[in-house]
C-alpha cells in the first residue's frame, strides 16, 4: 500500500511537471556504478558478495537447524521484503538460506539492493540474538 501512494505521488508530480513518468526512477532504483558499489559493498558483512552474469548480491547465511532457517525468512525476512517492496530468490541449503537480490533487474544494482541487504544483515544479527551465538555464522568485515 505504501508504495502504491508513493507512485501515484510521484506521477501526480510528474504530471504537474509535464514529464513523462517512465524517464524518471525513484531515487532507490536508481543504477550504481561500479565505483559505488564496491563501497556498498565493503559496509556489508562478509556473508554477501557481488556476482556477475547477470550481476547481483548473494547473501548466504547458515543456522543450526533447517527450522532456524524457515523462522528467519518467516521472521526476519518475509517482512523485510514486504514492507521494501523485495522480492529475493530464496534457497535453502542444508542449514543455510541463500538470498539474491538485484534480479528484478539483473544488468545493474541499485541503492535499494544494498539497503535491503543492509537491513538483512540486521536481521540476521537479531536472529543471532534470539537463538543464542552459535546459531548464525556471519562475520562482519573490518572497518
Request: charged residues 25%; contains cysteine; aromatic residues 8%.
Amino acid at each position: 500500500m505504501r508504495f502504491r501512494k508513493f507512485f501515484q505521488q510521484l506521477i501526480e508530480q510528474l504530471l504537474r511537471l509535464r514529464m513523462k513518468p517512465e524517464r524518471v526512477q525513484p531515487p532507490f532504483m536508481v543504477p550504481l556504478t561500479e565505483q559505488r558499489m564496491t563501497t556498498r559493498q565493503g559496509r556489508l558483512s562478509n556473508a554477501w558478495e557481488v556476482v556477475r552474469g547477470p550481476v547481483a548480491i548473494r547473501g548466504k547465511f547458515s543456522f543450526s537447524s533447517f527450522q532456524e532457517c524457515v523462522e528467519f525468512l518467516a521472521e526476519r525476512v518475509n517482512p523485510l521484503a514486504e514492507e521494501l517492496g523485495f522480492a529475493p530468490a530464496v534457497v535453502i541449503d542444508d542449514n543455510t538460506v541463500v538470498l539474491t537480490l538485484g534480479i528484478e533487474a539483473p544488468e545493474v544494482l541499485s541503492e535499494g539492493d544494498f539497503d535491503f541487504a543492509t537491513a538483512l544483515d540486521r536481521a540476521a544479527a537479531a536472529a543471532t540474538e534470539k537463538a543464542g551465538p552459535a546459531s548464525t555464522k556471519t562475520e562482519q568485515k573490518d572497518s
